[in-house]
């Protein structure tokens, strides 16, 4: 119902920056939230951030001040600028959109786009 198609991401120093996007393909729904996660190797993905149709964001604490979300809703398309990239930043970044169904919260993923930030 949901397929969200994910680019941007790639190798950058340390200090430097990259835009991630991510595109939803979703006939007949509307979308409301839109969101990134990330994961590292052996550890649980983590919310980095995330966005409602009308504009209000949400960021990890982590990541407050260094990335920025963004969206246009006529392109059902999410936007993660990330700033003063870390090496603790390297991880595969999914795209999120979490749909209310009758039977509780449905989770669409993106394939994932790895970043990676050397030192």
């Known amino acids: 119902q949901v397929h969200l198609v994910e680019s941007g991401g790639g190798l950058v120093q340390a200090g430097g920056s990259l835009r991630l996007s991510c595109t939803a393909s979703?006939?007949?729904?509307?979308?409301?939230?839109m969101a990134w996660y990330r994961q590292v190797p052996g550890k649980e993905r983590e919310l980095v951030a995330r966005?409602?149709?009308?504009?209000?964001?949400g960021y990890a604490a982590s990541m407050q001040g260094r990335f920025t979300i963004a969206r246009d809703n006529a392109k059902n398309t999410v936007y993660l600028q990330m700033n003063s990239l870390k090496p603790e930043d390297t991880a595969v970044y999914y795209c999120?959109?979490?749909?209310?169904?009758?039977?509780?919260?449905?989770?669409?993923w993106g394939q994932g786009t790895q970043v990676t930030v050397s030192s």
């Open positions: 966005i409602t149709r009308g504009g209000d964001t």
């Open positions: 999120n959109v979490p749909l209310t169904t009758p039977w509780g919260i449905k989770n669409y």
């Open positions: 979703a006939s007949s729904i509307n979308i409301d939230a």
